[in-house]
């Protein structure tokens, strides 16, 4: 058996092993913490987002950046998904002549956090209650 075949045995006996693991821990979760979690809001920079427009009435593209430390690029792709699911509305203007853009929560948003909130509360009391 070479190298490169033993090294695939390990990974996938390690494959096996954590999802036994997550299985034990799932079957004793309650039946209250749904299992779906939102994926769209639970990445770190679109969780940044929606909470940040959560507390605030709106914010500028680049006051998000520098709130949530990122990249241009990064935090314009993020938005660009929220947007698309209609969680965050984007407005685009000048300020004479200088681009402004600027981001608000939308109702929709602002229920799937709460969704999203009221998911990993759930999640959380389950563990401490173990």
Do not use: W
């Amino acid at each position: 058996m070479g190298k490169s075949s033993t090294a695939q045995q390990d990974r996938l006996q390690r494959t096996r092993e954590r999802d036994a693991s997550l299985g034990a821990v799932r079957g004793q979760a309650p039946q209250a913490v749904p299992s779906d979690l939102d994926r769209l809001i639970h990445e770190r920079i679109r969780l940044g987002i929606v909470s940040a427009l959560a507390v605030n009435r709106s914010l500028t593209f680049n006051e998000l950046k520098a709130l949530l430390k990122t990249t241009d690029g990064n935090l314009s792709v993020h938005a660009r998904k929220l947007e698309e699911a209609d969680y965050i509305l984007c407005e685009k203007s000048f300020s004479g002549r200088l681009p402004k853009t600027e981001y608000r929560l939308t109702s929709p948003g602002r229920r799937a956090l709460e969704r999203y909130l009221n998911h990993m509360e759930a999640l959380i009391r389950a563990t401490r209650e173990r």
